[in-house]
């Protein structure tokens, strides 16, 4: 998975991880990883796993403009047909990204001089 920022590269897929380090374990065996990065329980079996290779775009709910560029992802993809399911699950986090700021706060994202 590659991020827009370096500093986000440490959040990578699991199931492409453990595919990686042994290609012959289950999707659901994280023996490997035990010692290299945490596990995570309840990730769905039948998801089709983020390409190492493959560029993703990391929102936080610090940034100020996140629930409105979720609203703006929900839109889009309602005018073109898009799953009915994705895009209720899009709009309901971009309310709990609201109430989460609201408790928070939030503001304009930054990158870090380093990055």
């Known amino acids: 998975m590659i991020h827009a920022r370096k500093d986000y590269n ?3 897929d699991m199931l492409v991880l453990n595919r990686k380090f042994n290609p012959k374990c289950p ?3 994280f023996e490997q990883l035990n010692n290299l990065i945490p596990i ?3 990730i ?3 998801t089709n796993p983020i390409g190492i290779d493959e560029p993703v775009f990391l929102l936080r709910a610090t940034d100020e403009t996140m629930a409105e560029t979720i609203e703006f992802w929900a839109c ?3 005018e073109k047909g898009g799953d009915p399911k994705a895009i209720k699950a899009a709009r309901e986090h971009a ?3 609201r109430v989460w700021q609201e408790k928070n706060g939030c503001h304009l994202a930054d990158q870090p001089k380093d990055v």
């Open 10 to 12: 440490r959040i990578q």
């Open 27 to 29: 999707v659901d065996g």
């Open 40 to 42: 995570i329980d309840n």
């Open 44 to 46: 769905p079996n039948d």
């Open 76 to 78: 889009k993809n309602e």
């Open 95 to 97: 309310e709990l990204t």
